[in-house]
């Protein structure tokens, strides 16, 4: 047929496939079922084009080409185009009313149809497309409308321009939204008109000027004289068009305008730019294609990350095929609906359905991310009750098999992963598991990632400080609190929590990092506190991984975002980076007890959150900005509680006492030792950072 990928297809709603408006999918939540009577399966119908990709495995294409690809070719073998028939659907045109079209534009009809279509979410179109002929409901509230314009217009005496305000618009969006809607329309109220009609009718809109107010002339206004200004037979005309398509219409003006049925169009060249243009996206808006990646994630698992018993001649998979799959399929989509939506977010707009549903997408993709850092590993756990956390079974002495608290950890979704990965025993080793370790990567480069990818737009390619679009920027508060306990290991407020559901069995539920709702509208922070936690699976090199891309990735800004080496400074005594600080602030410090050398770090106290950050939704808050301080401080505790009281029940034992006490001054020294390494990298990594 000639027709190339469409990948704006399957976020394309006004053109799904007719069975999702008329069989009633398209205000019923989508769930799996074989029953065909039950109206469930819209996402079957949920594309406009055969040639996208995302429906899954069992639904891609299902039903056969789209009503894209039925248009595309009527237009390509006989240039005919999609019309809304005006006999049987009013599309809203405000050029129609008053002075609207030579005030506000007479060749544009986004304030009409378009308007309420892009920030009215898709399950309004039933109502925006709800009125015929015989019950316009919809026009008198354009005419209400351009009637407020015109009154605004008047109060500041205002003769020309569009003094259209924000609550004028909003109050016509709140409306349009509850009126009765007819889901039929969207599909039957359609014609076919050649494209030389639509073309003519187009160049008539730019060429029949509306009649203006001549600024030399303050004496007269030649659009509302009763006199034919411009020549063109009509005294004060308003614009308009005739009668192109040969319906039989007579005059010049808006009520035979013709509107046309749009089509998403993204073809490759565009692909994974733009988030309603995504190779492997599904959804009609961003909340449901967020929403639909977070399945595909949960519910791959064992196809994704298990050989079983699949054979290739190289080896099935690796991690950095994996990684780039992942991110690529999965996890860029979160991090590109949130950058998009920080164009949005102060919009006056900002509380219409659509952008709503956009910044809860921006807001669950964040989360995801989280909760794959909070994952923790299958198996038995115990239930640390001093601190009342589980724990793996193989850290607890003498385990806890008789404990009615045990915990088994279960695989996939709402359970846990395994960390590490396993390969086959041969020379040339193979992948039998990839790790959950690779999606902590991931996740890592994804939150830290803060390089903006637009439509054929390589200005970032050789300097990043072109788009500073990271999440630091919006949430630095929540970031820098999140990356302290990231890179120290220390999850206190960043672990998920066990639950258990009515039958009693456990389960795990993950910690949001922004805060969400539960189905009956309670704050899901507030449910979990006082329920035990667990564990999350981890390690030094996730640390290392996440100081290291936090520190690459969060620097060299432009645009107020803070560098954020400058929170994990630390400095030997008496070394060139060893500053000097103001005397307002406080130093940590701690001193190694085998080199001696004398580690100092700044507290650093946030800063009060700027315009663009306030009103975020509530968040944990349990660390510093102060990475370096926090640092030194644990390290102060391992020497004060585990090394020194070791150290000299080790020098002070005798006899079979000794060997024992000793082995476990050892294990604490070889603790402390390990932090003592942490903090020299990151030291270094610091240095490397502010001294390039």
């Known amino acids: 047929m000639g027709l190339r990928h469409n990948f704006g297809a399957s976020m394309d709603p006004l053109n799904y496939r007719a069975e999702f408006w008329t069989q009633g999918y398209w205000n019923n939540p989508a769930k799996p079922s074989d029953d065909e009577s039950v109206a469930n399966r819209g996402n079957e119908f949920k594309y406009a084009s055969i040639m996208d990709y995302g429906f899954g495995v069992a639904q891609e294409g299902l039903h056969g080409i789209g009503p894209y690809d039925h248009a595309a070719i009527r237009f390509m073998y006989g240039e005919l185009v999609d019309v809304w028939n005006p006999e049987k659907v009013v599309i ?34 039933p109502s925006i497309l709800g009125s015929s002929p015989s019950d316009d409901q919809i026009s008198p509230l354009f005419e209400e409308m351009v009637n407020r314009l015109e009154s605004n217009a008047a109060g500041s005496r205002d003769v020309s321009n569009c003094l259209l305000f924000a609550a004028d618009v909003n109050r016509v969006l709140e409306r349009v939204a509850v009126l009765a809607p007819k889901p039929e329309n969207v599909v039957e109220a359609r014609m076919v008109v050649p494209m030389e009609a639509l073309l003519r009718q187009e160049k008539a809109t730019i060429l029949n000027r509306p009649e203006y107010d001549r600024p030399e002339t303050a004496d007269v206004n030649e659009s509302d004289n009763g006199e034919d200004d411009d020549g063109d037979g009509i005294a004060d005309d308003k614009g308009g068009v005739q009668d192109f398509a040969g319906r039989g219409l007579e005059g010049v003006n808006w009520e035979n305008y013709l509107h046309r049925v749009d089509y998403n169009f993204c073809p490759d060249d565009f692909a994974g730019y733009s988030p309603g243009c995504q190779v492997w996206d599904v959804g009609g808006n961003f909340l449901e294609a967020v929403d639909a990646h977070i399945n595909a994630y949960d519910q791959n698992y064992l196809f994704d990350n298990f050989r079983r018993d699949r054979f290739s001649s190289t080896g099935w998979g690796n991690p950095r095929s994996y990684v780039s799959r992942l991110e690529g399929r999965r996890f860029f989509h979160f991090v590109n609906v949130f950058r998009y939506y920080l164009y949005t977010r102060r919009s006056t707009f900002s509380q219409t359905p659509l952008i709503k549903n956009w910044a809860e997408a921006a807001y669950r993709g964040l989360n995801t991310l989280e909760r794959v850092l909070q994952t923790p590993e299958p198996g038995a756990h115990c239930l640390d009750r001093a601190r009342n956390v589980y724990v793996p079974e193989s850290r607890v002495p003498g385990g806890c098999a008789t404990d009615p608290d045990r915990f088994e950890v279960g695989i996939g979704a709402t359970q846990g992963k395994f960390h590490d990965s396993e390969w086959t025993n041969e020379y040339y080793y193979k992948t039998n598991r990839i790790g959950a370790f690779w999606d902590k990567v ?148 701690f001193r190694d007890p085998e080199t001696n050398y004398l580690y100092r770090a700044p507290r650093i106290p946030a800063r009060p959150p700027r315009s663009l950050v306030q009103n975020v939704r509530p968040y944990k808050q349990t660390n510093t900005w102060g990475i370096g301080a926090d640092a030194l401080d644990r390290a102060n505790n391992l020497l004060t509680t585990d090394y020194q009281p070791k150290k000299a029940t080790c020098d002070s034992a005798t006899g079979a006492a000794k060997v024992t006490a000793c082995q476990e001054y050892e294990g604490a020294r070889r603790r402390l030792n390990e932090m003592v390494g942490f903090i020299d990298v990151m030291r270094r990594f610091n240095r490397r950072a502010e001294y390039p």
Request: hydrophobic share 35%; glycine share 8%; with cysteine.
């Open 92 to 125: 809203p045109d405000p050029r129609k009313f008053g002075s609207f079209a030579r005030r506000c534009g007479h060749d544009s009809a986004f304030l009409g149809f378009g308007i309420l279509a892009n920030y009215l979410d898709y399950p309004s179109l």
């Open 442 to 589: 991931a996740a890592i480069r994804m939150i830290t990632s803060s390089s903006g990818a637009f439509i054929r737009d390589f200005s970032d390619f050789f300097d990043r400080r072109a788009f500073q679009l990271g999440y630091m920027r919006a949430y630095e508060d929540t970031m820098i609190q999140r990356w302290n306990a990231l890179i120290r290991g220390a999850h206190d407020g960043y672990r998920s929590a066990v639950l258990a559901d009515d039958q009693g069995k456990k389960y795990v539920r993950y910690t949001p990092l922004f805060d969400e709702s539960n189905e009956d509208g309670s704050s899901v922070h507030q449910s979990l506190q006082g329920s035990p936690t667990i564990e999350p699976s981890w390690s030094w090199t996730l640390q290392y991984y996440g100081l290291a891309y936090a520190m690459a990735n969060w620097a060299s800004v432009n645009d107020a975002a803070p560098e954020f080496y400058r929170f994990t400074k630390i400095a030997i005594r008496g070394t060139p980076e060893d500053v000097d600080y103001p005397g307002s602030t406080t130093m940590v410090e």
